[in-house]
């Protein structure tokens, strides 16, 4: 079956822009995660959701970030006012309640 | 503060070449410890979950075994495709789906 998606699957973007990071997940799983990876470094948490409702935010590490799961299926990362520290992989995962999460192939990010 | 650290950073094994990669964690409450595998350029493949120390799980030239502070990932007779970075994680910060992560151990396997 279908694994996690996420598009776009490079982006590059200027200081400063906008940008949305779009993640699919398997179909019936209730559970969606996203993490941000760098270089030579394990996943690190952002934020978690429970169907619609974003259960754990703790992750983000600052008002730019923002992720939204409106009909509890397809979510979007938002991250306003990009910086160059910004760039990095991002990882969306989904599961079945809190069971094994299943990661899609990410989103690099690279703000110049 | 919970933590999960991996060693060693880099193996480099020949072809049949059987070694462990470990992962040591202080995490309070243990609620799951699990094991991936990172290919270059694609996102962590699920492999194991350990929920309680004892518990060992097989899949192919991979053994996975965990005890009360640290788990152990064992590879018998290893092949070139087995090259990967293989990542540890465990539940933290005493909930049942934050995964923290260690830096991982990249494997390169030569034939």
């Known amino acids: 079956g279908a694994g996690v998606s996420q598009t776009p699957s490079n982006k590059v973007t200027e200081k400063g822009k906008y940008v949305e990071l779009r993640c699919d997940p398997i179909?019936?799983?209730?559970?969606l995660y996203w993490y941000r990876q760098s270089l030579g470094q394990g996943p690190e948490f952002l934020i978690y959701?429970?169907?619609?409702?974003?259960?754990?935010d703790s992750g983000l590490p600052n008002d730019r970030f923002f992720a939204v799961r409106p009909e509890g299926s397809v979510s979007t990362l938002k991250i306003q006012r990009t910086e160059r520290g910004d760039s990095a992989v991002y990882l969306c995962?989904?599961?079945?309640?809190?069971?094994?999460?299943?990661f899609g192939p990410g989103t690099r990010l690279t703000v110049l | 503060e919970d933590q999960v650290t991996q060693s060693p950073e880099a193996l480099r094994l020949q072809e049949g070449e059987s070694s462990s990669l470990n992962c040591s964690y202080t995490?309070?409450?243990?609620?799951?410890l699990f094991w991936y595998r990172q290919d270059p350029g694609k996102g962590p493949e699920f492999l194991f979950t350990?929920?309680?120390a004892g518990e060992e799980k097989e899949k192919e030239r991979l053994k996975a075994t965990l005890t009360k502070k640290e788990s152990f990932l064992h590879i018998t007779a290893p092949k070139p495709e087995d090259s990967a970075t293989y990542l540890c994680?465990?539940?933290?910060?005493?909930?049942?789906?934050?995964?923290?992560f260690g830096k991982g151990t990249l494997l390169t396997v030569n034939p």
């Open positions: 995490v309070s409450g243990l609620r799951g």
């Open positions: 179909s019936g799983h209730t559970a």
């Open positions: 995962a989904s599961s079945v309640q809190n069971n094994e999460q299943f």
């Open positions: 994680a465990c539940h933290s910060g005493g909930s049942n789906y934050k995964l923290t």
């Open positions: 350990l929920y309680s």
């Open positions: 959701f429970q169907g619609t409702g974003a259960a754990d």
